[in-house]
């Protein structure tokens, strides 16, 4: 990690599935950062009707609840569908990274580290989600918990994420608590590497 005074800072922010990294995104852009998800990229691409044409030859259907039944229960094809999509997803996040004006860029990976995508930042965050609300979580977003097993599976565990992070962020307290965690984090990551 290099401490010296820069003209743009890229932090990647990651953390298990739920544990609110959209939450933390939405309060960095809050606080002047530019934020890029990874999650919203994948779902621009599924958009464009090449990326459509090839995952329905390789799936039966473009649906993201159908893709992920196939790919979260069969490696070979997560991984498949992984070394498609990730190369797109960084070019367009790269090219957003280039273009935005602000000093701090968020960039929300959930796979951050297992892309090797922690080298192309100067930061890293794990954020750590609630396990006593997880439950309340996963049904709000229509996820069964056979199928979160299934999702995390695919990820590094938590500890690991925990261990390779710059900076670890508990999000285990309120919405407002983690808002202002984040804002003095905004704070001291200004200060410390002196941002224009
Ligand atoms: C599997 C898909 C269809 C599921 O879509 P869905 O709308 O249900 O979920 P969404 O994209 O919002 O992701 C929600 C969460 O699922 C988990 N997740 C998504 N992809 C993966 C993956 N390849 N491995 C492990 N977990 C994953 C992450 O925690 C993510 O935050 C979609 O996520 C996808 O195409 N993933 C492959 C691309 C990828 O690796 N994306 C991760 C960011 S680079
Ligand atoms: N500190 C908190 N207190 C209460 N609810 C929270 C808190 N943080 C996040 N949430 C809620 O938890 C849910 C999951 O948060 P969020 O969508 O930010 O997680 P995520 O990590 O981005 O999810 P995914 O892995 O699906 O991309 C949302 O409904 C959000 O409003």
New binding site residues.
Partial sequence: MNLRAKDKLVVGLTG???SG?STALSYFARNGAGVIS??E???QL?QAPAVQKQIVRWFGSCK??E??RC??ADESA?RK??KY??PK?WALAAKQIKQAPQPIIVFE???LF??GWNRKTDLTITLLGDERTLPARLKARGLTLAEYKR??A??LPESEKVRRADIVLANRGSKTDLGLKIKRLCQALNTIYALK
């Fill in positions: 298990s599935i739920l990294k990874a999650d990229l994948v779902r599924y993201p609840a893709v992920a790919v979260f997560r569908l992984e999509l990730h997803v990976v959930p796979l297992e892309a999702r995390v695919g990820q």
